[in-house]
């Protein structure tokens, strides 16, 4: 079935630092892929999506390109701020009617 | 337009009790979601309405998991009787259709303690 990988966190990094959480996926077909975000006490907000090769979704300075060639859609940030702190959850969803399936979450941390 | 709606937010029972979730999709949102989410894990997919019928239910526990959407609008999860490990956040999606692009909304999540 889908599955989605990412890194285990968690991630600390000092404010303006350069971001990248990694998202890999084994799918059938051709999913839609996304990045949704957690702050704390709050719920799942959708961040960005992609729904075919090559397409790079962006939103609030984080960009992620739908790779199909090495199943990936990593998630990056120029730079990084303290309200960047959050769970960071990779997702796919599959070209039929699915719900999403998520990976396990990346606990991001952004020191001032 | 208004969320998803789910109450309570929190709830603590003893194992063997029941209990049940509430959600009100996006007005509109034919396809409804129920997903737990156990602590520092991602969320799994219990089950998915589209309007009052179910679509994949297929990792729902059936021998203590119940759902229901009954006009095809608000939805219920009940668990009964609870165990231990169903300690974990509940959470209510919707969306306007089944279909692989469509975003999914999220609720804020009913938080489960199993004693």
């Known amino acids: 079935g889908d599955s989605v990988t990412q890194m285990e966190g968690p991630v600390t990094l000092s404010e303006e630092a350069f971001l990248t959480i990694n998202c890999t996926y084994t799918?059938?077909?051709?999913?839609?892929l996304f990045w949704y975000v957690q702050y704390p006490g709050e719920g799942l907000q959708l961040l960005l999506k992609?729904?075919?090769?090559?397409d790079k979704g962006s939103n609030k300075g984080f960009e992620a390109t739908y790779r199909k060639e090495t199943t990936s859609f990593h998630l990056e940030k120029g730079s990084v701020q303290v309200s960047d702190s959050a769970v960071y959850f990779c997702a796919l969803r599959g070209g039929g009617a699915d719900g999403l399936t998520f990976g396990k979450g990346t606990h991001l941390i952004i020191q001032p | 337009e208004a969320g998803v709606a789910q109450s309570p937010r929190y709830k603590i029972i003893e194992k063997r009790q029941s209990v049940a979730f509430w959600c009100n999709p996006i007005?509109?949102?034919?396809?409804l979601y129920w997903y737990q989410q156990i602590l520092g894990q991602g969320p799994k997919l219990l089950i998915q309405f589209q309007n009052n019928g179910v679509v994949d239910d297929s990792q729902l526990p059936k021998d203590r998991f119940s759902a229901e959407r009954l006009k095809g609008v608000d939805s219920t999860l009940k668990i009964q009787p609870a165990k231990l490990e169903d300690s974990a956040v509940y959470l209510c999606?919707?969306?306007?259709?089944?279909?692989?692009?469509?975003?999914?909304?999220f609720g804020a999540g009913s938080r489960l303690t199993v004693l």
């Open positions: 007005s509109g949102h034919a396809t």
């Open positions: 999606a919707s969306s306007l259709s089944n279909s692989g692009a469509n975003v999914l909304t």
């Open positions: 799918a059938t077909g051709y999913p839609s």
């Open positions: 992609a729904t075919k090769a090559d």
